[in-house]
C-alpha cells in the first residue's frame, strides 16, 4: 500500500488495502487496468493464489507475464497469446521464403553474366548440377508446413 491509497486490487475488489497486501505491490493504485484485466480473465483469487506460492522475486515477472496474456486473451480470446507467436512464426516463414527466392535469382543473374570460356572447366551440364544441388538447398528449409517450394528452374530462365 502506498500511503493512503489502496492498490487497484483492492480498490476495484472495494475492500481495505492493508499493508500485507499481496496485490499492491505489483499492481499500484495509478494504474488500475492491469488489475481490472487481469481480474476479468483470471480472477482475483486464482491471481492471489498463484502469487502465494511464487518466490518473491519472482512475482514482479510473473504479474508483468498475467498482463500481457491477458491483454492477449482479450484481443483473441481463443488463442490468447499463441495467436500472435503463430502469426509472427508464419510471418519469419514467409520472409525467409522471400530471402531464399531473392538468393536464387541473384545466384542465376551472376550466373548468366559469368563470362563463358572456350576452354572453361565447368560446362553447361555441371552448371545445370549446380543449378539443381546448390539452388535446392536455398529452398529446402522446412520452417513451416504452408512454405511453398520451388524448384531451381522455376528461378533461371
Same mark, same amino acid.
Given at each position: 500500500?502506498?500511503?493512503?491509497?489502496?492498490?487497484?486490487?483492492?480498490? @476495484?475488489?472495494?475492500?481495505?488495502?492493508?499493508?500485507?497486501?499481496?496485490?499492491?505491490?505489483?499492481?499500484?493504485?495509478?494504474?488500475?487496468?492491469? /488489475? +481490472?484485466?487481469?481480474?476479468? =480473465? /483470471?480472477?482475483?483469487?486464482?491471481?492471489?493464489?498463484?502469487?502465494?506460492? @511464487?518466490?518473491?522475486?519472482?512475482?514482479?515477472? +510473473? =504479474?508483468?507475464?498475467?498482463?500481457?496474456? +491477458?491483454? +492477449?486473451?482479450?484481443?483473441?480470446?481463443?488463442?490468447?497469446?499463441?495467436?500472435?507467436?503463430?502469426?509472427?512464426?508464419?510471418?519469419?516463414?514467409?520472409?525467409?521464403?522471400? @530471402?531464399?527466392?531473392?538468393?536464387?535469382?541473384?545466384?542465376?543473374?551472376?550466373?548468366?553474366?559469368?563470362?563463358?570460356?572456350?576452354?572453361?572447366?565447368?560446362?553447361?551440364?555441371?552448371?545445370?548440377?549446380?543449378?539443381?544441388?546448390? @539452388?535446392?538447398?536455398?529452398?529446402?528449409?522446412?520452417?513451416?508446413?504452408?512454405?511453398?517450394?520451388?524448384?531451381?528452374?522455376?528461378?533461371?530462365?
Amino acid at each position: 500500500m502506498g500511503g493512503n491509497s489502496p492498490c487497484a486490487s483492492c480498490k @476495484l475488489l472495494r475492500r481495505r488495502c492493508t499493508k500485507d497486501c499481496t496485490f499492491a505491490p505489483y499492481f499500484p493504485s495509478d494504474e488500475p487496468h492491469k /488489475f +481490472a484485466i487481469v481480474h476479468k =480473465v /483470471f480472477g482475483a483469487s486464482n491471481v492471489s493464489k498463484m502469487l502465494q506460492e @511464487l518466490p518473491v522475486h519472482q512475482r514482479a515477472d +510473473a =504479474v508483468s507475464s498475467l498482463v500481457y496474456e +491477458a491483454n +492477449a486473451r482479450v484481443r483473441d480470446p481463443v488463442y490468447g497469446c499463441v495467436g500472435a507467436i503463430s502469426y509472427l512464426q508464419n510471418q519469419v516463414s514467409e520472409l525467409q521464403m522471400q @530471402l531464399a527466392v531473392a538468393q536464387a535469382e541473384i545466384l542465376c543473374i551472376q550466373m548468366e553474366h559469368e563470362p563463358v570460356m572456350p576452354n572453361s572447366e565447368i560446362d553447361l551440364d555441371q552448371k545445370s548440377y549446380f543449378l539443381q544441388n546448390e @539452388l535446392s538447398q536455398f529452398l529446402s528449409f522446412d520452417t513451416s508446413s504452408n512454405v511453398i517450394h520451388r524448384s531451381p528452374e522455376q528461378f533461371c530462365p
